[in-house]
C-alpha cells in the first residue's frame, strides 16, 4: 500500500514543465530522414568499384580501397556498413539497400548483376545511366534556373526604379510646377500603380514558388498544364521519362531480371509522374493475363507508338534487348535535340523580356526628366 501511495506521488510530483518537455524530447531523439546520395557521387563510386571488380578485386575490398581516403565521410561511413553487412553474409544489394541512400532502381540493378554474376557490367551501367542523368538535369536547370534568376533581378531593377526614382522625378516636376502631360503622365501613372500593387505581387510570387517547390502534385498539375499547351515542352518530357524508363528495363532485363519484374523496377525511376501507375498495370497485365508485351505497353500506357512497334518487333523476333537499346539511344537523341531547341527557346524569350524590362526602366526613369526638361527651364524662367 506504501508503495503504491508513493508511486502515485510521483507520479503526481511531475511537473507541467516536464509534461511539456516529453514532445520536445521525443521529436529530438527521432531519427533524421536519410538524404539519398547525389547522382555525382554515385557515378564516381560506380565507375570506380566496377573498374576494381572487372580487374578481379571481389566486393568487399573494393570497397574497402574506394573508401580509403575519401573526403565524403558520410559515404565512406556507408560503404563500410555495406562492408560489414557483406562480411557478415548479407547479399550485396541487401547491403547497399540498407544504407537507405540508395532508390530502389538503383538497387534492384545491383541485384541483377550480382544474381546473373556480372556485378562490375551493373556497376558500370550505372555510372553510365546516371551520368547520362546527370547531364540532362543540369542543361535542364541551365535552361530555366539561370533565365528566372534574371528577370527576377531585372524586375527587382523596375520596381526599385518605379517606386524610388520616378516619385522624385514628379515630386521635382511638381516643385517647380510643371504639369506632366502625354508619355510623361502615362510614366507617372503605371508609377503609381506599381507602388499601390508590388507588395502584392512580389508576396504572391514568393507564395507561388514556394508552394511549388514544397509541393510535388503542385508541380505536377503545373507540368501537366505546361506540355499540355506548349508542343516542344511536352515532347522534351516525354523524351526523358521514356529515355529513363526504357533504359532501366533494359540494363535489368540483359542483367536477367525477368520483364515484369524490370518493368515494376524501372517505374520506380518515373515516380510522381503519370508513367508510374501506368507501368506497374501493363507489368501486371502481362505477367498475369499473359497479354504480349506491347499489347499490355499499348492499351495501359501512354508511351509512343514507336515504343510500342519495336517491343512487337523484339518479342517477335527474340531480339527484345536490341529494341530496347535502340530505343533508349533513339530517345537520347530526341531528347538532346529537344533541349538544345528548348534552350534556345527560353533565352529568346528571356532576351525579349530583358528588353522590355530594361526599356521600362529607362521610359520610367529618364523619359520624364528628358521631356519634362523644357518646360521646366521655361518655369524657372
Same mark, same amino acid.
Given at each position: 500500500?506504501?508503495?503504491?501511495?508513493?508511486?502515485?506521488?510521483?507520479?503526481?510530483?511531475?511537473?507541467?514543465?516536464q509534461v511539456a518537455r516529453k514532445p520536445l524530447v521525443a521529436g529530438m531523439l527521432q531519427p533524421q530522414k536519410i538524404k539519398p546520395f547525389s547522382k555525382k557521387v554515385m557515378v564516381d563510386l560506380f565507375r570506380g568499384l566496377g573498374s576494381m571488380l572487372r580487374a578481379q578485386i571481389n566486393t568487399a575490398d573494393a570497397l574497402? &580501397? &574506394?573508401? +580509403?581516403?575519401?573526403?565524403?565521410k558520410t559515404l565512406v561511413d556507408a560503404l563500410l556498413h555495406i562492408r560489414e553487412d557483406i562480411g557478415n553474409g548479407i547479399n550485396v544489394h541487401e547491403a547497399f539497400r540498407r544504407t537507405?541512400?540508395?532508390? =530502389?532502381?538503383?538497387?534492384?540493378?545491383?541485384?541483377?548483376?550480382? =544474381?546473373?554474376?556480372?556485378? +562490375? !557490367? *551493373?556497376?558500370?551501367?550505372?555510372?553510365i545511366r546516371l551520368k547520362s542523368e546527370l547531364h540532362f538535369s543540369k542543361q535542364l536547370k541551365k535552361a530555366t534556373i539561370t533565365p528566372s534568376v534574371i528577370i527576377c533581378i531585372l524586375l527587382g531593377a523596375f520596381i526599385t526604379s518605379q517606386v524610388k526614382i520616378v516619385p522624385q522625378v514628379e515630386q521635382m516636376m511638381s516643385g517647380v510646377g510643371a504639369k506632366p502631360d502625354g508619355m510623361t503622365a502615362i510614366s507617372?501613372?503605371?508609377? !503609381?500603380?506599381?507602388?499601390?500593387?508590388?507588395?502584392?505581387?512580389?508576396?504572391s510570387l514568393i507564395a507561388i514558388a514556394i508552394t511549388i517547390f514544397r509541393s510535388a502534385h503542385v508541380r505536377t498539375l503545373i507540368l501537366g498544364l505546361a506540355m499540355s499547351k506548349w508542343r516542344l515542352l511536352r515532347l522534351l518530357i516525354m523524351s526523358l521519362r521514356q529515355m529513363t524508363f526504357l533504359s532501366t528495363i533494359k540494363l535489368l532485363h540483359s542483367n536477367g531480371i525477368n520483364l515484369a519484374k524490370s518493368i515494376r523496377v524501372s517505374a520506380n525511376s518515373v515516380r510522381?509522374?503519370?508513367?508510374?501507375?501506368?507501368?506497374?498495370?501493363?507489368?501486371?497485365? &502481362?505477367?498475369?493475363?499473359?497479354?504480349?508485351?506491347?499489347?499490355?505497353?499499348?492499351?495501359?500506357?501512354?508511351?509512343d507508338s514507336q515504343?510500342?512497334?519495336?517491343?512487337?518487333?523484339?518479342?517477335?523476333? *527474340?531480339?527484345? =534487348?536490341?529494341?530496347?537499346?535502340?530505343?533508349?539511344?533513339?530517345?537520347?537523341? =530526341?531528347?538532346?535535340? +529537344?533541349?538544345?531547341?528548348?534552350?534556345?527557346?527560353?533565352?529568346?524569350?528571356?532576351l525579349i523580356i530583358a528588353v522590355l524590362l530594361i526599356a521600362a526602366v529607362f521610359i520610367g526613369t529618364f523619359l520624364p526628366i528628358f521631356l519634362m526638361g523644357p518646360k521646366m527651364m521655361q518655369s524657372g524662367i
Open positions: 500500500m506504501t508503495d503504491t501511495t508513493t508511486v502515485a506521488r510521483a507520479a503526481v510530483a511531475v511537473s507541467p514543465a574497402k &580501397y &574506394y573508401s +580509403h581516403g575519401l573526403p565524403n537507405g541512400r540508395f532508390s =530502389d532502381t538503383v538497387v534492384g540493378l545491383i541485384q541483377a548483376g550480382s =544474381d546473373a554474376g556480372q556485378l +562490375h !557490367h *551493373a556497376f558500370n551501367s550505372l555510372a507617372f501613372k503605371v508609377s !503609381h500603380f506599381t507602388q499601390a500593387v508590388w507588395p502584392v505581387v512580389v508576396i510522381n509522374t503519370p508513367f508510374y501507375a501506368e507501368l506497374r498495370t501493363a507489368a501486371d497485365k &502481362y505477367e498475369h493475363s499473359g497479354v504480349p508485351l506491347s499489347t499490355a505497353f499499348a492499351k495501359y500506357t501512354s508511351v515504343v510500342t512497334h519495336m517491343l512487337s518487333i523484339g518479342e517477335k523476333s *527474340a531480339s527484345l =534487348d536490341s529494341q530496347l537499346a535502340m530505343l533508349t539511344e533513339m530517345y537520347e537523341e =530526341d531528347a538532346e535535340n +529537344h533541349m538544345a531547341t528548348f534552350s534556345a527557346t527560353v533565352s529568346f524569350l528571356v
